[in-house]
C-alpha cells in the first residue's frame, strides 16, 4: 500500500465485534442483587458505550467513592466474563471475513473500547481473533471515555493514521460522538439502533462489516 493511501481503521467492541449486550445486561443485575442496589429503568441504553466508572456514580447513583466505585466496577466485570463462559459468546455475523479482508491488504486496525482489557483478551483467544487485530485500546487506557475521543485518538495513533484517515465502526451514540470529535469518519453498525435512528449521524450504516471492502473504505477517506 502506498503511503499516501494508508488508513486506519477503528473498532468500538461490543455491538462491533461481538454482540454480548444480554451478558453485560444480566452482570449488572446480578451485581445490583449482590449489593442490594436497585437499577433504574432503562439503565443499560443509557449507559452503554460508557465506562463503569461514569456509570456507577453518575447513571445508578450508587456511589461516588473512587474505591467503592472501582471495587463494584471490578466485580462486575468480573461477573461478566463468569455469565460468557456460562453461555459463550460468538462474533457478530461477517466480522471474521472482514477482518481477514483488512489483513490481506495491510490495512492496520485497533479495537478502541471502553471495556475492560481482560474481557477483550479472554474473548480474542476464545475466538481465535488474536492475529486479526493490530492493537487495542481499553477501559485501563484512558482517563475519559466516551463521548470523550480519548480512545479513539489513541487507537489512530497505534494504527500510524491520523484522525482525518481513520474511520471508526460504532453502534453507540457515545461511541459516535467520541469518533466525530476526534476528527474521524463514522461507520455506523445497526445492531444496538435501527438502521434509521443512526444513518443521519455517520458516514455509512452497515448491518454487517463485510458488507464494505477495503476500495469503499478507501473511498469514504479519500472521496
Excluded at 479482508?101 to 471502553?114: D, F, H, K, M, T
Excluded at 487495542?136 to 463521548?147: F, I, R, S
Aim: proline share 4%.
Amino acid at each position: 500500500m502506498q503511503p499516501e493511501a494508508k488508513i486506519g481503521i477503528l473498532f468500538d467492541w461490543d455491538g462491533v465485534i461481538i454482540d454480548s449486550s444480554r451478558q453485560h445486561d444480566e452482570s449488572w443485575e446480578r451485581l445490583a442483587e449482590e449489593e442490594g442496589k436497585s437499577l433504574p429503568e432503562g439503565h443499560f441504553k443509557a449507559g452503554f458505550g460508557k465506562k463503569n466508572e461514569w456509570i456507577i456514580p453518575h447513571l445508578l447513583g450508587w456511589t461516588a467513592e473512587p474505591a467503592e466505585v472501582r471495587r463494584l466496577s471490578l466485580r462486575k466485570e468480573a461477573l461478566y466474563r463468569e455469565i460468557v463462559v456460562e453461555c459463550g459468546c460468538q462474533a457478530l455475523p461477517g466480522v471474521r471475513v472482514f477482518l481477514e479482508r483488512l489483513r490481506e491488504a495491510g490495512v492496520p486496525n485497533c479495537i478502541g473500547s471502553s471495556t475492560h482489557r481482560e474481557n477483550i483478551t479472554t474473548i480474542l483467544h476464545v475466538l481465535g481473533f488474536e492475529e486479526l487485530f493490530s492493537g487495542m485500546v481499553t477501559a485501563e487506557d484512558v482517563t475519559h471515555g466516551k463521548p470523550h475521543p480519548d480512545v479513539f485518538l489513541k487507537a489512530a495513533a497505534k494504527t500510524g493514521c491520523a484522525p482525518a484517515r481513520c474511520i471508526v465502526f460504532e453502534d453507540a451514540f457515545a461511541g459516535i460522538e467520541a469518533a466525530r470529535a476526534g476528527g474521524m469518519k463514522v461507520v455506523g453498525v445497526a445492531t444496538t439502533h435501527e438502521l434509521g435512528v443512526i444513518e443521519s449521524k455517520v458516514d455509512r450504516v452497515v448491518h454487517r462489516l463485510d458488507e464494505l471492502t477495503v476500495a469503499d473504505l478507501r473511498a469514504l477517506v479519500f472521496g
